[in-house]
């Protein structure tokens, strides 16, 4: 079993959409849940940064995190054809540096 | 502006030759790390280092080398044994100092054999 697991989709949504992306994990020791968005041959880049469970938002985005399930989820409201891009999950563990990834969930938002 | 830089953006390699990708953070990070991509294998750990003068195996080490002679720069050599090359290479660092961290990628390196 992977320690984490992302859906690769792709995701195909229409503009004003609202868009959830989901990884599930295995390991309960992970502390530090992160949310990356890659552009077509770019270099990943930080959109959300949670720790342990709850909830976090930041303008259209909004992180959650439910510990009990091992289920992590990045919300997208009113999606826009910008938010288009591979969305990666990733977590570390509390005394940790090495990132664990999900696969990546490609989005594609229609205008 | 601080960050990674990574060269060159495009590579192509013979089959049996050796060719070195840079890496190179103004970021006074600490740890750095290689990753590959592959379509729908997501990041794959090739090799990272803590700290100068030391580094360690990731996942996929094999056909891989790398040196930390100094904390800016940690190159990556992709040797004639790695038998399948072709692949988008990430090169990242990190800090972390217990409150606070930082995890930065570079804009990558795409290898094709050719």
């Known amino acids: 079993q992977k320690e984490v697991e992302q859906d690769p989709g792709p995701l195909s949504v229409p503009e004003g959409a609202i868009v959830s992306l989901n990884c599930t994990y295995s390991?309960?020791?992970?502390?530090?849940f992160m949310w990356y968005r890659q552009y077509s041959r770019k270099g990943p880049e930080l959109l959300m940064y949670?720790?342990?469970?709850g909830n976090k938002e930041d303008g259209r985005f909004t992180a959650q995190v439910d510990k009990s399930s091992k289920y992590i989820s990045l919300f997208i409201r009113d999606s826009q054809p910008s938010d288009s891009a591979t969305y990666l999950c990733a977590m570390v563990l509390r005394t940790g540096n090495q990132f664990y990834f999900g696969t990546g969930t490609s989005l594609t938002v229609i205008p | 502006d601080g960050g990674i830089t990574q060269s060159p953006k495009y590579l192509f390699r013979k089959e049996g030759q050796n060719v070195t990708l840079s890496c190179e953070q103004n970021l006074n990070h600490d740890a750095m790390y290689w990753y590959r991509q592959d379509p729908g294998q997501g990041l794959r750990l090739i090799y990272y280092?803590?700290?100068?003068?030391?580094?360690q195996k990731g996942d996929i080490a094999e056909g891989y080398s790398v040196s930390r002679e100094k904390k800016e720069s940690f190159p990556l050599t992709v040797t004639s044994a790695q038998k399948n090359p072709t692949a988008f290479y990430l090169c990242?660092?990190?800090?972390?100092?217990?409150?606070?961290?930082?995890?930065?990628f570079g804009s990558g390196t795409r290898l094709t054999v050719v």
């Open positions: 280092s803590q700290i100068v003068n030391d580094f």
């Open positions: 390991n309960s020791a992970f502390q530090y």
């Open positions: 990242a660092s990190y800090t972390w100092d217990g409150a606070n961290y930082g995890y930065t």
């Open positions: 949670t720790y342990s469970s």
